[in-house]
């Protein structure tokens, strides 16, 4: 809001900007718009040029007063105008504040977690499936119409890895283990090993990969029904972070409903690929990179789009997929009910079977925002240049990409993972077994919690302590994974995670249960959204408040979570000093009655915000 009423004055004055353009300076003014840059371009003094734009704007409802001073414009604002505005809107809107009044045209889908259906999910695609969680949440949130699908790679060469496991080499099925922990910690790394010492299960692996993809045959039965139960244990961590879902994707359905067919025709009839007669690549079928202009002069390779023995490489049916998305192909997927989720909600799945009449529409989207990796980009990169191509026009087939997540050495060893060095951080490495689970994290988390919330409530029945406990420990992971710029690695440590102080996620909730702490304590009173007077915290915490709407708008245009993390930061910050500086229940009847709007402000803006991000509200701690 206030920002915006800067941009506007000097709008009217005939300098437009980008809200980047604006500072908040530290000794004058409450919002600064910095001449240099302009006076650069102008062939000016800054100072001068400040004095010219002073000159032309008048004070408005909200801005008080304009002033030059070392080459920055000053607005100061009137704050008890300020006030009454932005107290009385998150007042009559609440959770809705920040929200646009009108309902987004544009279907978007959002697909995260994807992860092989061979494994339990480890921290590294728990952050994959926060970001596209809290993108889906804030979109939503924002007014957009959004699908959640998880993209399931039941064809892949990890997969065969645990058939081979169970096929060949007598590995037993039973175990008292979680299944998707069992497969991926257990059978995969076995089997990889194995392959070493006995290169001849590379043919049985082989094998293996032809029949699933081939479909109808005891391989391909045996593999669907090891998939359903690895993706239902991968599930079972992902609704613990409450995260969910409305569509399953197959890989192997692409295949059995013959959509890649029909994407394979259009490539065909397009002369996009051509088939090899010569070389080490005869017999497949490659993808002519010279036709797109993003990769010429690049010496890349063409790439393979169906191996010799005629099995489809995973880009080719991530074009066929995308195309379908994007509704290049008329065919569809058959649908059934896959399960009802803990939030109730009905999970649907691709299907080769026959399927339900009535399902929800899912394809033909606007945008399709795809959580991936960063080691992804190239072929990402791909399939949107194929897609645009084809359809004549830029479609909105983004790659939202993410670096990885690694481990501080001093968590490695307290979660048993053997160190070579003392390094500090180390990768991991699936096939190695170098890597922790999610669930393994949680449960280190959930622990941690549960001790620190007895020490503090001794009192507290064992139920309501589990409860607070896991609700820190959810709020704590998800946090950690999302309050980073997806373009930067995280170092996760266990303890900096549950820290109180700093930027974690328990400090965020502690501000939230402290608001509830003195609402309660209050009993009765009244809303007051205007100030008698007002101190220089209670006048930084209105000026944050003020500014959810803006960050929250920043958040969706440049598709950014971590704004949303480190605004709620900042909000709980400056909350903690007007707490320690404004009494607020000993305070004179009016005043309270102000300071406890204030409160009650800071609380409604957290709630919301927690929500996006999928921070657990907690009255208690």
Excluded at 150 to 163: E, F, S, W
Excluded at 282 to 309: A, H, I
Excluded at 475 to 501: G, H, W
Excluded at 519 to 534: C, D, H, N, V
Aim: glycine share 4%; proline share 3%; hydrophobic share 40%.
């Amino acid at each position: 809001m206030l920002k915006k009423q800067v941009m506007e004055a000097l709008k009217i004055a005939g300098i437009e900007i980008k809200e980047e353009d604006l500072e908040t300076p530290k000794r004058f003014g409450d919002i600064a718009f910095p001449c240099f840059q302009l006076a650069k371009l102008k062939k000016q003094d800054p100072q001068k040029l400040a004095e010219d734009i002073v000159a032309k704007i008048k004070p408005t409802n909200f801005i008080e007063k304009v002033e030059a001073k070392s080459g920055y414009v000053d607005f100061f604002f009137d704050w008890k105008k300020v006030s009454k505005k932005v107290l009385r809107e998150i007042a009559r809107k609440g959770e809705k504040y920040g929200k646009p009044k009108k309902i987004k045209k544009e279907k978007i889908m959002v697909e995260h977690t994807s992860v092989n259906p061979n494994k339990a999910l480890h921290i590294g695609h728990t952050r994959n499936s926060c970001l596209g969680d809290c993108l889906a949440r804030i979109l939503s949130y924002y007014g957009y119409d959004v699908i959640v699908a998880n993209y399931i790679d039941d064809t892949g060469a990890q997969v065969a890895d645990v058939i081979v496991g169970f096929k060949f080499l007598d590995i037993p099925l039973q175990t008292e283990k979680k299944f998707d922990q069992y497969c991926g910690d257990e059978v995969y790394v076995k089997v990889n090993k194995l392959y070493e010492k006995r290169p001849e299960l590379l043919e049985k692996k082989k094998f293996v990969i032809q029949k699933i993809e081939e479909g109808n045959n005891e391989i391909a039965n045996f593999s669907a029904e090891i998939v359903k139960k690895v993706l239902l244990a991968q599930l079972r961590t992902c609704w613990r972070l409450n995260i969910f879902y409305d569509l399953i994707n197959k890989e192997s359905d692409i295949i059995n409903s013959k959509l890649w067919f029909k994407a394979f025709d259009v490539l065909k009839k397009e002369k996009f690929i051509y088939y090899v007669t010569e070389g080490e690549k005869k017999g497949c079928w490659n993808l002519k990179l010279s036709d797109f202009e993003e990769f010429r002069g690049l010496q890349q390779p063409d790439v393979t789009l169906v191996r010799s023995d005629g099995t489809v490489v995973y880009v080719g049916k991530d074009i066929a997929y995308a195309m379908w998305k994007h509704g290049l192909l008329k065919k569809d997927f058959k649908y059934e009910k896959f399960v009802v989720q803990p939030n109730g909600k009905i999970l649907w799945s691709t299907t080769s079977k026959n399927g339900e009449k009535k399902h929800p529409r899912f394809k033909n989207v606007d945008v399709s925002i795809n959580v991936i990796d960063v080691r992804q980009s190239y072929y990402q990169n791909v399939v949107k240049a194929v897609l645009n191509f084809i359809s004549k026009k830029e479609k909105k087939y983004i790659h939202y990409s993410y670096d990885v997540v690694a481990l501080s050495s001093k968590t490695a060893k307290q979660l048993g993972i053997p160190l070579e060095t003392e390094k500090q951080f180390i990768h991991m490495a699936g096939r190695k077994g170098w890597f922790i689970n999610t669930d393994i994290v949680l449960d280190a988390l959930f622990k941690k919690a549960f001790e620190e919330t007895k020490k503090r409530n001794p009192n507290m029945s064992e139920e309501e302590l589990k409860d607070i406990a896991e609700k820190i420990a959810i709020s704590t992971l998800r946090y950690e994974l999302v309050k980073i710029s997806p373009e930067r690695i995280i170092v996760f440590d266990l303890e900096e995670a549950l820290n109180l102080q700093g930027n974690t996620a328990p400090y965020l909730q502690y501000a939230y249960t402290r608001c509830c702490g003195i609402l309660r304590k209050a009993k009765k009173w009244k809303l007051a959204f205007s100030p008698t007077e007002l101190a220089a915290e209670e006048k930084e915490l209105i000026k944050k408040l003020a500014e959810f709407p803006e960050v929250l708008e920043n958040s969706v245009k440049d598709l950014r979570p971590h704004y949303i993390c480190n605004y709620a930061y900042e909000l709980a910050t400056v909350f903690d000093k007007f707490y320690e500086s404004c009494p607020v229940l000993n305070a004179k009847e009016k005043q309270k009655n102000f300071r406890l709007t204030l409160v009650y402000s800071t609380k409604t803006i957290l709630k919301t915000v927690f929500s996006l991000i999928g921070i657990e509200v907690l009255e208690k701690m």
